[in-house]
């Protein structure tokens, strides 16, 4: 994979703008804003409840907005079918991975190209990327441990050959050591050259990976800035990293 890092010039890729979304009439988001440019890795921090996974519901067309737009790589996609938007190139793993159990690894990985054929490149890619996978491949998705369905999650986003990777929770349930692990694989895709976007309670693991980070507060971003920043903030040192 080729090496881009984000930053001045380069493209927008995701762009969120006077978001607000939730469910049954409620909004659980509020006027929520956000960008992505091509090649940075960009997190959502905030405790459980805040409004991450309804936020990226929203992204996803999952979650009809009440308001605001979604643009990804120039288009407008606030009203697109949730499919399409993975066609166009946006990825998305939800917290609870919807793995196929009775399913090989491998039938689910491939289940990731669809409607595209198989390319035997990027599959290799993924195996390299997490090697259990390749060892498993004939494994059952369901008998496997957390980390590694969690990992054969995020393979079988990679197969549709994304242009950018949103992750919710990607630690939920998770040992410290294999969180680590999990992000460990994350700074590989960020190096060689993927954009990503990662809800996260994890705020150490997140912060390390990222460049930037939004802070969700009861559905409101109530901080935004560099993640040497936002780790250098009274609050998120109190409410995030355990700093008294």
Known sequence: MTGVSGGAGAPRLLQV???????SGEDVV????????????VTVIGS????KSTLFRAIMSLVTPSSGT???????VTTTATHRITRMGLAYVPAERHLFGDMSVAENLLLGSYPRRPDPERLAMVYDVFPRLA??????ARTM???????????????????LLMLDEPTTGLSPLLATEAY??????????LTIVVAEQQVPLALELAQRGYVLE??????????DELADDPEVQRAYLGVA
């Open 30 to 41: 509020h006027d929520v804003s956000l960008h992505v440019d091509e090649g940075e890795a």
């Open 70 to 76: 979604v643009t990804f790589d120039g288009n407008d």
């Open 17 to 23: 703008a006077g978001l607000s979304a939730g469910y």
């Open 218 to 227: 009861n559905g409101r971003f109530t901080l935004e800035g560099t993640t």
């Open 48 to 51: 459980n409840g805040a409004g």
């Open 135 to 140: 060892e498993r491949r004939n494994q059952h």
């Open 145 to 163: 441990s957390g980390g590694e369905q969690q990992m054969l999650a995020v393979g079988r986003a990679l197969m549709s050959k994304p242009k």
């Open 184 to 193: 460990r694989a994350l700074a590989e895709l960020k190096a060689g050259g």
